[in-house]
Antibody, heavy 118, light 109 residues
Framework: QIQLVESGGGLVKPGGSLRLSCSGS????????MTWVRQTPGKGLEWISY????????KYADPVKGRFTISRDNTKNSLFLQMSSVRADDTAVYFC???????????WGQGILVPVSS | SFVVTQPPSVSVAPGQTAKIPCEKT??????VYWYQQKPGQAPILVVY???RRPSGIPDRFSGSTSGKTATLSINRVEVGDEADYYC????????????FGGGTRLTVL
């Protein structure tokens, strides 16, 4: 059974930093493309970052470019999102998603809330 | 870059067929993917590559495409199908790899 579990969320002040983790099980993690998507409370889905299977290619959406860093540790079946210089409009539920292809998400985690507030 | 547009809401009676359109502004061949999301839950992939269904998704769910419009159809709608449905396309050249529609709330009357 495929499982993705996000952790590391919680209240963070504007300008602060936070590291989200996503732990995968039930599938070949190193053979999966991994993606972070966020959802503002009551709003739709927004793609924010992608990392290739080996980690050698990464891409970011403009709103987070230069502030967020995606990484992965295939030896630990884990995906990360380092969030820095966070802003109020980064407040969202953050989902990790995986796929054998990079163009869509076959499986998603349950999401984790990151509120940004002073 | 391009956008995909969905109506904010669709209503249908139980047992009827719901059709949720997704209009693509781009030309050319790009597949559309559909997700179901219930309140407080993760999105679930229900259709990929325009028309294909992942294993475990009931055959009441189907996808089609005609011109610039992709459509998710749900036959014999059940109360449990009430959810938000998002279409998504992939953009290799824009600033976002995955482009989502704004979502359609399906209400089962």
């Amino acid at each position: 059974q495929i499982q993705l579990v996000e952790s590391g969320g919680g209240l963070v002040k504007p300008g602060g930093s936070l590291r989200l983790s996503c732990s995968g099980s039930g599938f070949n993690f190193s053979d999966s493309f991994m993606t972070w998507v966020r959802q503002t409370p009551g709003k739709g889905l927004e793609w924010i970052s992608y990392i290739s299977k080996s980690g050698d290619f990464r891409k970011y959406a403009d709103p987070v470019k230069g502030r967020f860093t995606i990484s992965r540790d295939n030896t630990k079946n884990s995906l990360f999102l380092q969030m820095s210089s966070v802003r109020a409009d980064d407040t969202a539920v953050y989902f990790c998603a995986r796929g054998k292809r990079y163009d869509y998400g076959e499986s998603w985690g349950q999401g984790i809330l990151v509120p940004v507030s002073s | 870059s391009f956008v995909v547009t969905q109506p904010p809401s669709v209503s249908v009676a139980p047992g009827q067929t719901a059709k949720i359109p997704c209009e693509k502004t781009y030309s050319g061949r790009k597949s559309v993917y559909w997700y179901q999301q219930k309140p407080g839950q993760a999105p679930i992939l229900v259709v990929y590559d325009d028309t294909r269904r992942p294993s475990g998704i009931p055959d009441r769910f189907s996808g089609s495409t005609s011109g610039k419009t992709a459509t998710l159809s749900i036959n014999r709608v059940e109360v449990g199908d009430e959810a938000d449905y998002y279409c998504q396309a992939w953009d290799s050249s824009g600033d976002r790899l995955w482009v989502f529609g704004g979502g359609t709330r399906l209400t089962v009357l």
